[in-house]
């Protein structure tokens, strides 16, 4: 381009297209349209002044979503006969094991007249490649396969006719390695 602001072929430079603006301040965002239109269960997210961005706040919401979308995928599954649903429960964070990293991890509390040998019976029969589903014996409200957290049922669990149904989710996103409860 010359000095007279045009191309050397003798065209008119274009001009470059400016960018939108959606928060004074806040920097470069990648975001869906669904957030911007406000159809998304995601809200922005501000940074307040001195504060960290907006990232690592998402990062448990997403965490918390992929844990409790595993505990409803058990309370979608068809129950045996003789068994009620009493609740479900999930929990994302470091929940058992060593070092780092995230898991998920989603339950049901059933009451049921089979025994505990015909629930492990059925519900492998419904296990899918993303949803294995473990049955054991539940004695109390505390659920303890969780070591590092706690996790209670609700229900005033009493008798030998309860029993847990949980399953680990999982999640291929990069949302676990920001979330400082995996950690």
């Given at each position: 381009m010359g000095l007279s602001g045009k191309k050397r072929n003798g065209q008119p430079e274009k001009k470059q297209?400016?960018?939108?603006?959606?928060?004074?301040?806040?920097?470069?965002?990648?975001?869906?349209?669904?957030?911007?239109?406000?159809?998304?269960?995601?809200?922005?997210?501000?940074?307040?002044e001195g504060g960290h961005g907006n990232f690592f706040l998402t990062a448990p919401v997403i965490n918390d979503r992929i844990a409790?979308?595993?505990?409803?995928?058990?309370?979608d599954l068809p129950f045996p006969d003789h068994t009620e649903m009493l609740e479900s429960v999930y929990k994302a964070g470091k929940l058992t094991g060593?070092?780092?990293?995230?898991?998920?991890?989603?339950?049901i509390l059933i009451q049921s007249g089979c025994s505990h040998e015909e629930l492990k019976t059925y519900y492998a029969g419904l296990a899918e490649d993303?949803?294995?589903c473990t049955v054991e014996r539940q004695a109390g409200e505390t659920i303890d396969m969780i070591e590092h957290?706690?996790?209670?049922?609700?229900?005033?669990?009493?008798?030998?006719?309860?029993?847990?149904?949980?399953?680990?989710?999982?999640?291929?996103?990069?949302?676990?390695?920001?979330?400082?409860?995996?950690h």
């Open positions: 297209q400016e960018m939108k603006v959606y928060i004074q301040g806040a920097g470069g965002t990648i975001v869906s349209k669904s957030i911007l239109n406000g159809t998304s269960r995601l809200k922005w997210l501000f940074r307040q409790e979308q595993t505990a409803d995928k058990l309370a060593n070092g780092n990293g995230m898991q998920y991890f989603g339950a993303a949803l294995d957290a706690e996790l209670t049922f609700k229900t005033n669990v009493s008798g030998n006719d309860y029993f847990i149904v949980y399953s680990w989710g999982d999640n291929d996103t990069i949302f676990h390695e920001f979330d400082l409860r995996g």
